[in-house]
Nanobody, 126 residues
Framework: QMQLVESGGGWVQAGGSLRLSCAAS????????MGWFRQAPGKEREFVAW????????RYTDSVKGRFTISRDNAKNTVYLQMNSLKPEDTAVYYC???????????????????WGQGTQVTVSS
């Protein structure tokens, strides 16, 4: 089993920034592709970003491109999501997830992720 624990969520005004962290334990973190997803009230969970196991490849959903940055520190078993220029529509519970092996074309699907954190709330006020 892999345990994932998110932190860094909170309340921020529109235009502000937050940095989410996800600390992993229980498995060899550097073997896993890591993703961030979010779920707003009344909506389905949606993909935000993923990063390859070595940290060289990243992908983002269109609505966060240029504003969010995913990164990882394999020495610290941690993946990050730097969120800048936040908008009210970014309000959601944010989840990190881990996948051991999946093709790049599938990494935006939550079905391919094996482990999930408990989520951290991000609230952006207008």
């Amino acid at each position: 089993q892999m345990q994932l624990v998110e932190s860094g969520g909170g309340w921020v005004q529109a235009g502000g920034s937050l940095r989410l962290s996800c600390a992993a334990s229980g498995r060899t973190f550097s073997n896993y592709i890591m993703g961030w997803f979010r779920q707003a009230p009344g909506k389905e969970r949606e993909f935000v970003a993923w990063i390859g196991s070595a940290g060289r490849l990243t992908r983002y959903t269109d609505s966060v491109k240029g504003r969010f940055t995913i990164s990882r520190d394999n020495a610290k078993n941690t993946v990050y999501l730097q969120m800048n220029s936040l908008k009210p529509e970014d309000t959601a519970v944010y989840y990190c997830a881990a996948s051991l092996s999946v093709s790049a074309s599938d990494r935006a699907s939550d079905r391919v992720y094996d482990y999930w954190g408990q989520g951290t709330q991000v609230t952006v006020s207008s």
